[in-house]
């Protein structure tokens, strides 16, 4: 019996090292980004307590639960728009928990928020023009000449997302699916390691629903990717592994069939 006893201590261990920065790097071979024992403490009202989340090279992790879970907040840690009371954030084997929001940008992580951000007045081919490195500043923007092989890089993402024959269509005139596939455009041109994508299937027909979700599934091939996100249809069509937060911590984990039997996940959110 003791020795039962300390096969599972010592294998709970192991797993605890391979899962801790502090003790063991074998963490970041599986994981880009891992979050330890992060909190978020606002007025007193703990918003985030998370003790252990790992996400995988190139993989789709779809992030539920309801409202004021937790789920904006952590992507706000991980991003760098809030700083953590306590914790550390790990991507890429470099701890990032306190870094500036821009720094962060920089080494690769994108952040598509649920309203898409682009710009009415311009066309989609002059949006993701912007987007291109060193063309933020204005007279970049007002004298810079995209190279061929810049165009080219826009025209193959375009494609890739079923906006090339809108290239030259100002984005006011996109729908909101459209808008959305734009967005998530401009984040790809600047080849992020990791993209965090809020609600993408908000206010989406069920044709832009299944579109996206196949542009997502697709983008796991050359990115990782943390999805939030309320509709569990659409959930479903990305098949991957779900977290579901609840008041902060991370109440489940695993397939979204397994997830959805869980008694306090539906209790406390699907059977809402």
Known sequence: MNATKETRQGSMKEEY????????????????LHVQDITAVFDGFKALDVKALGIAHNELRVIIGPNGA?????CDVISGKTQPTTGKVHFDKEEITHRKETDIALMGIGRKFQTPTVFDS????????????????????LWGKVTNKQKNK???I??????????????KYLSHGQRQWLAISVLILASPKLLLVDEPAAGLTDSETELTAQLLTELKGDHTLIVIEHDMD??????????VL?????????????????????EAYLGR
């Open 122 to 141: 311009l066309t989609t081919f002059e949006n993701m023009e912007l987007a291109l490195p060193g063309h933020q500043k204005l007279w970049p923007n």
């Open 17 to 32: 090292l391979e899962f801790s920065p502090d003790t063991n790097r074998l963490w970041d071979k599986k994981y880009l």
């Open 234 to 243: 659409f959930v479903r069509q990305l098949n991957s592994t779900v977290t």
């Open 70 to 74: 937790g789920k904006t907040t952590l």
């Open 154 to 156: 826009i025209h193959g």
């Open 246 to 266: 609840n008041e902060g911590k991370i109440m489940a984990e695993g397939p979204l069939e397994k997830v959805q039997k869980n008694k306090e996940v539906i």
């Open 158 to 171: 375009l494609d890739r997302v079923n906006l090339l024959q809108q290239a030259e269509t100002p984005a």
